[in-house]
């Protein structure tokens, strides 16, 4: 029997003879050319073989190879590595686990309402304070230190404390000979030990004291600390102020004249004019 059985040639017709469907194949079919249609029914044809290597599927769609994929809306389950460098869309809220509580709210929002609500060990309410010429409204200061304190209010202190110099802002100076001896002492406030020199009765004496951190607008207060027999026996008070120095004035009240080493004390108060 000659005949071509290959392409889209027709079987040929022998009178008498008829061909059993379906034919039997080859195992060792090199050239199939083209099939236009049917259904497979073989086993799965490998990926080196040209084939997908598949055997069961899900979703729908293309088939999806290793390189730049596009995949739309598909359920990754639980990846065992991902690199998300160009991801975008993620929820905070529902797409990263491990937060503190509020944590995903601050990030969307981030207001200071909701950054103050999931801190645990703040102190006091209102907005986020920065380090620049914040407002702030009825702090509480507590102990603090720095160069300069400007306020258009009243400064006022509610305890027993008081308002004045901390420790190592003061000093103290002893007089010379007598007690119109000029002292220098450059401290904003201290104590200045006078000589024994006397002072005649209902008559009074005055001396320098140096410091450079006295303006001429300053406001130097003193008062008598020690060394007097009766408190009703002096008057101090302070004469001339000057850049860089002020005069103590002290005043014998007294009938008699007085010869008494006494100690005064002095605060500056800054002042201007303008």
Do not use: C, H
């Amino acid at each position: 029997l000659a005949g071509d059985l290959g392409g889209t040639a027709a079987l040929p017709t022998v009178p008498g003879l008829a061909l059993k469907s379906p034919l039997a194949g080859s195992t060792s079919i090199t050239t199939l050319g083209t099939i236009a249609t049917g259904t497979w029914n073989g086993t799965t044809v490998a990926v080196a073989n040209g084939g997908t290597g598949v055997t069961t599927s899900t979703g729908s769609g293309s088939v999806v190879l290793s390189t730049s994929p596009t995949l739309v809306s598909p359920a990754l389950g639980t990846p065992t590595s991902a690199t998300l460098t160009n991801a975008t869309g993620l929820p905070i809220s529902s797409g990263v686990s491990g937060l503190g509580t509020g944590v995903a709210t601050f990030l969307a929002t981030p207001s200071s309402a909701n950054l103050i609500s999931i801190v645990t060990d703040g102190t006091g309410s209102g907005s986020l304070v920065f380090a620049s010429s914040p407002a702030l409204t009825t702090p509480n200061i507590g102990v603090a230190t720095g160069t300069s304190l400007s306020t258009t209010g009243s400064i006022t202190s509610s305890g027993t404390a008081g308002i004045g110099y901390s420790t190592g802002a003061g000093g103290s100076v002893t007089q010379g000979s007598n007690k119109t001896t000029g002292v220098t002492l450059n401290k904003m406030t201290g104590a200045i030990t006078t000589a024994a020199g006397s002072i005649t009765s209902a008559r009074a004496i005055k001396f320098t004291v140096s410091n450079t951190l006295v303006a001429a607008t300053d406001i130097p207060f003193v008062a008598i600390k020690s060394g007097a027999a009766s408190s009703n026996s002096y008057t101090v008070s302070v004469g001339a102020v000057a850049a860089g120095s002020f005069d103590i004035v002290i005043y014998n009240a007294t009938g008699a004249n007085l010869n008494e080493t006494l100690v005064i004390n002095f605060t500056i108060l800054k002042g201007v004019i303008n």
